[in-house]
């Protein structure tokens, strides 16, 4: 029998080769245990997120809106399934999963627990907390764990459709009435720091990142993706008339890269301890979606329970 630091040695030669880690593969405790953290926690923010905007779908301006924002609500919720289903080939049930987060015991992204108020919300959303998304997942479709690339590679793509249909939205209120291009500029002056959030606390506090990057889980630091994204939604927002809410914000030539103000880690604390706006509403939205939803639970166990009878009872006969 192999002791486990030769084992050890294997499972970093493959990483380091490139060599994608499968299910039924040998891997430490504590990778196995850092994808189900990060890959549920992942799970759960797309099966939130689709609460703010879900607000929305009834009151989206026209019909066209209406129908392009149900379909991404829809995609939202198929990212957590296929995300679900990539945490449990890791060795952890789903009732696990969820009872972690209806207890508060999951985290879930920070951003989700801030109130979509006006349409132009769902602009914001779409453009920042999507796009801010797709810089992450856009890494992650390289990381080393077999099952979750390649859920990543179906997800990014129906990312960059959810990215520019808000970026859409928000480029149609700013080159509309005064009204509208000021409900534009409110949206994105209330989004824009907590979507920096979304790439997670400062490297310098980073307890996870080390490890996860020499066993590329993720391949870039939570500041070098935030750079990324400031460097690619600034100009965005140039494009559009709209001003970025940060006095700090300025490109610097000799970096190659904008540089931008401090972020509010407090509020950034506050929030992922559960005393964000939303937090409390909506864990009991999601609690409440479960609840309601025990009757299909249970009717397709029904039918997969008599499907099976069946079957069954047709082999004793033949
Ligand atoms: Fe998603
Ligand atoms: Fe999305």
Same mark, same amino acid.
């Given at each position: 029998?192999?002791?486990?630091?030769?084992?050890?040695?294997?499972?970093?030669?493959?990483?380091?080769?490139?060599?994608?880690?499968?299910?039924?593969?040998?891997?430490?405790?504590?990778?196995?245990?850092?994808?189900?953290?990060?890959?549920?926690?992942?799970?759960?923010?797309?099966?939130?997120?689709?609460?703010?905007?879900?607000?929305?779908?009834?009151?989206?301006?026209?019909?066209?809106?209406?129908?392009?924002?149900?379909?991404?609500?829809?995609?939202?919720?198929?990212?957590?399934?296929?995300?679900?289903?990539?945490?449990?080939?890791? #060795?952890?049930?789903?009732?696990?999963?969820? +009872?972690?987060?209806? %207890?508060? !015991?999951? *985290?879930?992204?920070?951003?989700? =627990?801030?109130?979509?108020?006006?349409?132009?919300?769902?602009?914001?959303?779409?453009?920042?907390?999507?796009?801010?998304?797709?810089?992450?997942?856009?890494?992650?479709?390289?990381?080393?764990?077999?099952?979750?690339?390649?859920?990543?590679?179906?997800?990014?793509?129906?990312?960059?459709?959810?990215?520019?249909?808000?970026?859409?939205?928000?480029?149609?209120?700013?080159?509309?009435?005064?009204?509208?291009?000021?409900?534009?500029?409110?949206?994105?002056?209330?989004?824009?720091?907590?979507?920096?959030?979304?790439? #997670?606390?400062?490297?310098?506090?980073?307890? +996870?990142?080390?490890? %996860?990057? !020499?066993? *590329?889980?993720?391949?870039?630091? =939570?500041?070098?993706?935030?750079?990324?994204?400031?460097?690619?939604?600034?100009?965005?927002?140039?494009?559009?008339?709209?001003?970025?809410?940060?006095?700090?914000?300025?490109?610097?030539?000799?970096?190659?890269?904008?540089?931008?103000?401090?972020?509010?880690?407090?509020?950034?604390?506050?929030?992922?301890?559960?005393?964000?706006?939303?937090?409390?509403?909506?864990?009991?939205?999601?609690?409440?979606?479960?609840?309601?939803?025990?009757?299909?639970?249970?009717?397709?166990?029904?039918?997969?329970?008599?499907?099976?009878?069946?079957?069954?009872?047709?082999?004793?006969?033949?």
């Amino acid at each position: 029998m192999q002791n486990l630091e030769q084992l050890e040695l294997q499972f970093q030669a493959k990483i380091d080769a490139e060599i994608k880690i499968e299910p039924k593969d040998w891997m430490p405790e504590a990778y196995r245990k850092t994808l189900i953290r990060q890959i549920s926690q992942h799970a759960h923010s797309e099966i939130v997120g689709m609460l703010p905007e879900g607000n929305w779908i009834t009151r989206a301006p026209s019909l066209r809106r209406k129908a392009v924002l149900l379909a991404k609500v829809q995609d939202e919720g198929g990212h957590g399934l296929y995300l679900y289903s990539a945490a449990e080939t890791l #060795g952890i049930d789903r009732d696990t999963l969820i +009872n972690d987060l209806h %207890s508060g !015991k999951a *985290k879930y992204s920070s951003i989700f =627990n801030y109130p979509s108020l006006i349409w132009a919300d769902m602009g914001a959303i779409g453009w920042l907390v999507d796009g801010a998304a797709i810089m992450n997942q856009v890494m992650l479709c390289r990381t080393s764990y077999g099952p979750y690339a390649r859920a990543m590679v179906r997800i990014c793509k129906e990312e960059s459709f959810h990215q520019r249909q808000g970026y859409e939205i928000m480029l149609t209120l700013a080159q509309g009435s005064p009204e509208q291009k000021r409900m534009a500029q409110d949206a994105l002056n209330r989004w824009w720091w907590p979507s920096l959030m979304m790439f #997670g606390p400062p490297d310098s506090e980073s307890t +996870n990142s080390e490890s %996860s990057i !020499k066993w *590329k889980i993720k391949r870039m630091s =939570n500041d070098e993706l935030r750079q990324r994204f400031v460097d690619a939604t600034v100009p965005q927002a140039e494009l559009i008339g709209l001003k970025v809410p940060d006095k700090d914000l300025k490109w610097n030539e000799e970096r190659g890269h904008y540089d931008f103000g401090a972020l509010d880690w407090d509020e950034f604390w506050a929030v992922v301890k559960g005393n964000g706006p939303c937090n409390k509403e909506r864990l009991e939205q999601r609690v409440k979606a479960y609840e309601d939803g025990a009757w299909v639970r249970e009717a397709a166990l029904a039918h997969a329970e008599k499907k099976k009878e069946r079957a069954e009872k047709v082999g004793a006969v033949a």
